[in-house]
Nanobody, 122 residues
Framework: QVQLQESGPGLVKPSQTLSLTCFVS??????????WSWIRQPPGKGLEWMGS???????AYSPSLESRTSISRDTSKNQFTLHVSSVTPEDTAVYYC??????????????WGQGTQVTVSS
């Protein structure tokens, strides 16, 4: 029932800021015990968790990206946004938004967007 969809530019120039928004329908981003995440997959590599914003508004980030990554939300529009500053070609990846839910002994990503390709190139 919950659906997520990424939106943003597919091409970003080096040193600029990448911004992607995840539009959520079928569920509220403020519902207790859900966490809203950004995950990316560079070509030929595995999935990399970037960060999350909780139902409460609290955020957490991957240590390797924290210095230039932020996640915000607009509860009135039921959406959340990723910003990655000072991008380089190594930031080229398919970017996904996903919902994380708590399970016994851990967590799972139970809903995913379809992903959007972002290329960093001049």
């Amino acid at each position: 029932q919950v659906q997520l969809q990424e939106s943003g530019p597919g091409l970003v120039k080096p040193s600029q800021t990448l911004s992607l928004t995840c539009f959520v329908s079928g569920g509220s981003i403020t519902t207790k015990d859900y966490y809203w995440s950004w995950i990316r997959q560079p070509p030929g590599k595995g999935l990399e968790w970037m960060g999350s914003i909780a139902y409460s508004g609290s955020t957490a980030y991957s240590p390797s990206l924290e210095s230039r990554t932020s996640i915000s939300r607009d509860t009135s529009k039921n959406q959340f946004t990723l910003h990655v500053s000072s991008v380089t070609p190594e930031d080229t990846a398919v970017y996904y938004c996903a919902r994380m839910s708590l399970i016994w002994g851990g967590y799972e990503y139970d809903s995913w967007g379809q992903g959007t390709q972002v290329t960093v190139s001049s």
